[in-house]
């Protein structure tokens, strides 16, 4: 390994340990000083909390020497420091900057293949110049823009706040800082894939390449787009209510029977609440994916196995409530007992949507969006 | 075909576009001009058909670039 490929790893953990030393520093004199009782002191507030874990994310950026942690780790000191009330100094952008070119250089280089070309200093001039212009622009488009969706949802935002009774709760809910951080990084990700488009466009209309549109043409992935009806995650949500509940009377009667004395220590109370958020958010995400399995063109056999499995679920119940009341188990498989199944099931139903709904409104006081 | 229905079919493209974007465009002050007048669900809706026809139009551009790239472009040495 030559000089120059050990200088081209070392040199931008280098930078990012200078630049972000205030950050490091952190947490490297939390360890010296107090240990685990430094850190829940730096629990307690939020922007403390925000700068622990930039510090955590800026050593992995120091050891790693990765770009995305880098902008990881300011994202988070940003905040951190912005709920303190401070402003983050310009000197991180520019290692941004330096880093993101010595990665583009570690990208190209290739060991023993160096060559020299020959510029002028006016060719200098000129490349330089090139460089300059191309990333001011960018960098104003992307201020310009930035400033622009910034208005609009800074303008909805703002705007219900004392019209009308109506709109109370959503000037409360929007007056929130967390609903607030979501919808700037919703709009944030849809500024960055607006704005990377239409870079890509100027791109291709100023300097059209066969090659590349052909690849992008070719690639089916990109150009096949799954048109996805809205609400499509309420959609999921609602039928995920429906067969969460199905799911969880089998795990309680699989447990009743497999180990009963397990059944005893509060699976009826405390744990049931979380065990049932759990199996909620399992159940959600394989529905989720198996709509859009339905919608995709061209469904596949496969996707019938999630109405094909819930069915044999509730069988599955029935089968071992028979076994419990101390059936042989040919005969409970003949008559499954779908009756005391059917009784609970109502008991659960009920008993599910409560909690659900206490946790819905526990939710929402934690964030502060309701009363 | 016609090497000028081509250019037409292309310039189609583009027009749905630029007219998309358009769309979009209003859709925002729309928006915003609601929610000013306190009718907060057809402000937030208008705004979601904003975002729609927004991503539609650069869509649509996208696909247009492409194909002008392989109709007008030229294959560089690799």
């Known amino acids: 390994m030559g000089w120059a490929s050990i200088t081209l790893r070392v040199l931008p953990r280098l930078i990012a340990a200078v630049i972000l030393w205030d950050i490091l520093s952190v947490l490297i004199g939390t360890i010296y000083s107090g240990g685990f009782s430094g850190f829940v002191e730096y629990l307690k507030t939020v922007s403390g909390f925000f700068i622990l874990m930039s510090s955590l994310l800026a050593a992995i950026a120091v050891v790693t020497g990765s770009v995305v942690v880098y902008v990881l780790s300011l994202v988070s000191v940003a905040i951190g420091k912005g709920f303190a009330g401070y402003v983050l100094s310009p000197a991180p952008f520019i290692g941004l900057g330096l880093l993101l070119a010595m990665d583009s250089i570690a990208l190209g280089y290739r060991e023993g293949q160096g060559k020299s070309i020959d510029i002028g200093l006016r060719g200098l001039g000129r490349g330089i110049a090139v460089v300059i212009a191309s990333l001011g622009l960018m960098i104003g488009v992307s201020v310009f823009a930035g400033y622009a969706l910034s208005y609009i949802v800074l303008s909805l935002i703002d705007m219900p706040r004392g019209v009308s009774l109506a709109a109370d709760l959503l000037a409360n809910m929007f007056s929130n800082p967390f609903i607030r951080l979501c919808i700037f990084v919703l709009a944030a990700l849809y500024l960055y894939k607006t704005l990377s488009d239409t870079v890509e466009i100027i791109a291709v209309f100023v300097k059209p390449s066969r090659r590349l549109s052909l690849g992008v043409l070719r690639n089916r992935e990109d150009i096949d787009i799954v048109i996805e009806y809205p609400l499509q995650t309420l959609f999921t949500f609602i039928i995920a209510l429906f067969v969460v509940p199905v799911v969880d009377e089998f795990f309680y009667v699989l447990i009743r029977t497999i180990a009963p004395q397990l059944a005893g220590l509060g699976f009826e109370s405390g744990i049931r609440l979380v065990a049932d958020m759990a199996v909620f958010v399992l159940i959600f995400v394989i529905i989720n994916r198996y709509i859009r399995g339905f919608t995709k063109f061209g469904a596949k056999a496969r996707d019938i196995a999630l109405p094909a499995s819930l069915a044999v679920l509730i069988y599955a119940t029935a089968v071992l409530i028979s076994i419990n009341r101390g059936l042989p188990v040919i005969q409970s498989m003949l008559n499954p007992d779908l009756e005391t199944l059917s009784s609970r099931l109502r008991e659960g139903y009920a008993a599910f949507y409560i909690s659900f709904l206490y946790l819905i409104d526990l939710l929402t006081r934690l964030v502060g969006a309701a009363p | ?78």
């Open chain 2, 1 to 78: 075909m016609s090497s000028r229905l081509r250019a037409a079919r292309f310039w189609i493209f583009v027009g749905v576009g630029i007219a998309l974007v358009a769309v979009s465009i209003l859709m925002f002050m729309m928006a915003i001009g609601y929610m000013q007048r306190a009718m907060v669900s057809t402000s937030l809706l208008t705004a979601f058909i904003g975002f729609t026809t927004l991503s539609s139009s650069l869509y649509v551009l996208r696909l247009a670039a492409h194909i002008y790239g392989v109709e007008v472009g030229s294959e560089e040495k690799t």
